[in-house]
Structures are given as C-alpha cells and as structure tokens.
C-alpha cells in the first residue's frame, strides 16, 4: 500500500509538528505474559492518541490541493475528531466535528480547546458520519473520511519508529477502530520486509472486523456497544479490510471485561493510563499468551483518552 519513502515523507510532516513516540520493554508486563513485550506508547502524542499523526498528514496535503477551501467537516468518537481539530488549526482551516450522543465529555472539550465546532447528533458512530456528510453537503465542506491513504502514510509513522527502535518482534497486536492503525503497521513491516506477525484486536461487542475478515468481505454489525470507543464501529471500511485480508494473520476478538482488566494491568505494571482501545492488544496478548510463550511481541498502546468516571470504574 506504501513504499518506504512514502512512509518517510509523511513522517516529515509529523515531526514538524510533535516528535517520535517512545517504545519501552517492560519487565512487569514481561512477567505478567511471560513475554518480552515492547509497549508503543502513542498515548505520549500531543493529542494522547496515535490519529494525529494521519490528520497531521491528512490536513496538510488536503490544503495544498484545495487553497481555498472554506472548511471540513468528520465524524468521530474523539481521537479521529481531535487530530482533525488539531491539525486543520495548524493549517487554518474551520473544522466542524459530529460525535454521537453520550459521547465522552472529556474528548468532547479536547475538540472544542483544539479549536473545533462540535455537533453532538446520531446514537453511534455511525449515524454520526451520516450527520457529518449532511452537514459537508449543505455548507459547502470537504468531508474528512476516517480511512485514506495520507492517513495511513501519517499513522505508519509510529510503526516505523517501533520497527526501527525495538528488537525484531515476531507478532505485533493493533486495536482495529475503521482501520487506519493496522494499516499502517502492515504497510510500515512491509516496506521494511520484515516477517512480524500482525494480528487485529476488535471487541466481542463491536466485531465487525473479525467476521468480515472470516468471511473475506465487508460484514456490518447492527450494533457496536463497547466501552471501548476507538472500537465501536459497525460498518468495516472496504479498502482497510483489503489491506488487512492480505497481511493480518489473524484478527483476535477481547471483551470489555478483559479490556478493563488490560487497563488494570497496565496501570499496575506501568503507571500509564490508557483508553479501551489502547488497552485492548493488552488483552488479547493476555487471551493468547500460552501462544506466545517465549516471543518478543510489540503492543501498541493507541491512546489514552478516557472520562475519569469510566477510567475510575476499570481501575475498581
């Protein structure tokens, strides 16, 4: 999908903005999967989660070629919606943003302090991006997808330094949202011609990637009720599962106890503080960890973002 310079230009974007993420090997983790287990922490990135890297990419190319564009518009649960804030502000550039109803409070006052308008409307994620094209259509913007090639470029990025900076891993677990991360890691291992397993991580109750990678084609869900929201989509981008149909190995399926408790352990074993999502590979490496015995697997911790409520209800 990229080739390795693609990845290089995108990551001199990046880091105009914000430097490379740490990737750290730790020893409680280690004992607790009986693993050498390389944490990505894109939870270290100025917005607390890895999608600024694509937006941050996104908005600048999306400027070049549309000098006078009046404004974007994009749905999310908060990590998408804050890279979009982040980066249209640097490129002066008006962003309106629709999240669902009930949607974290505290994700929602990122994006507003980022400079976006906020439209709370729709139950999910869904309705959400229903809302978001509405609104592009009658105000004259360019909708802002959540999956595109120059996001990919920008989110390969944190692949590229964990390859480039951590001991040669056999298996890598990504939490999959509408795909942007996964793919990243597939085309940052591929353009180094490396052998890294990588598996998707999705929830029991948000599946939708895990049975359309089962059945090798577009699956939608009628719900995606998890309390990890970087993973609460229904509807799989067709061009992401492309891309992951041909370089996951496997797509690993954890509910949201298990990722509670992957927020407990990495609270207890590192002191981060971690989102649904981010915690999830956490879990599933736990779920296989019979599995992996022995190996050096790489996690990435995608984000941090979560309301202190439902941080404080994992943690008890």
């Known amino acids: 999908m990229l080739s390795l310079t693609d990845i290089e230009l995108a990551a001199q974007i990046v880091y105009g903005a914000m ?27 100025p ?20 000098p006078d564009l009046k404004g974007v518009a994009s749905a999310t649960r908060g990590n998408h ?14 962003a ?17 302090a980022f400079g976006a308008e906020l439209v709370e409307e729709g139950h999910d994620f869904d309705a959400a991006r229903t809302v978001a094209q509405r609104l592009a259509d009658e105000r004259g913007l360019a909708m802002v997808p959540s999956f595109h090639r120059d996001q990919v470029a920008g989110v390969s990025t944190y692949a590229l330094e964990l390859f480039q900076s951590a001991p040669a891993l056999d298996t890598v677990y990504v939490p999959i949202g509408l795909g942007s991360g996964i793919c990243g890691v597939i085309s940052a291992r591929d353009a180094l011609g490396l052998s890294t397993k990588v598996v ?13 990678f089962a059945a ?6 009628n719900s995606a009720d998890t ?38 352990a990495y609270y207890e074993d590192t002191h ?8 999830a590979p956490l879990a599933a490496l736990l779920q296989e960890r019979e599995r992996l015995g022995g190996k050096r697997v790489g996690l990435i911790l995608s984000g941090g973002n979560i309301d202190r409520a439902l941080y404080l209800r994992a943690l008890a």
């Not at 490379?20 to 270290?44: F, G, S």
């Not at 629709?98 to 507003?112: C, D, F, L």
């Not at 991580?201 to 990637?209: G, K, L």
């Not at 981060?272 to 915690?279: F, H, K, N, R």
């Open 227 to 264: 309390m990890a929201d970087g993973m609460a989509v229904r509807g799989p981008d067709a061009e992401a599962l492309d891309v992951i149909l041909k370089g996951a190995d496997r797509i690993c399926q954890v509910s949201d106890a298990e990722v509670m408790a992957a927020m407990r």
């Open 47 to 66: 917005t607390g989660a890895f999608k600024v890297r694509g937006g941050l990419v996104y908005m600048e190319r999306l400027k070049e070629r549309s």
């Open 81 to 94: 919606g804050q890279s979009i804030a982040l980066a249209a502000a640097r490129n002066g550039i008006a």
């Open 96 to 112: 309106t943003i629709v999240v669902p109803h009930g949607n974290s409070t505290e994700k929602n006052a990122a994006m507003r």
């Open 19 to 45: 430097p490379a993420t740490p990737q750290y090997a730790w020893p409680l983790l280690a004992k607790r999967t009986r693993c050498e287990v390389w944490v990505k922490h894109e939870n270290h990135t």
């Open 200 to 212: 998707g991580v999705v929830s029991t109750e948000a599946p939708a990637y895990a049975l359309s």
């Open 272 to 279: 981060q503080l971690t989102e649904g999502a981010g915690a």
């Open 216 to 221: 090798g084609k577009v699956v939608a869900t």
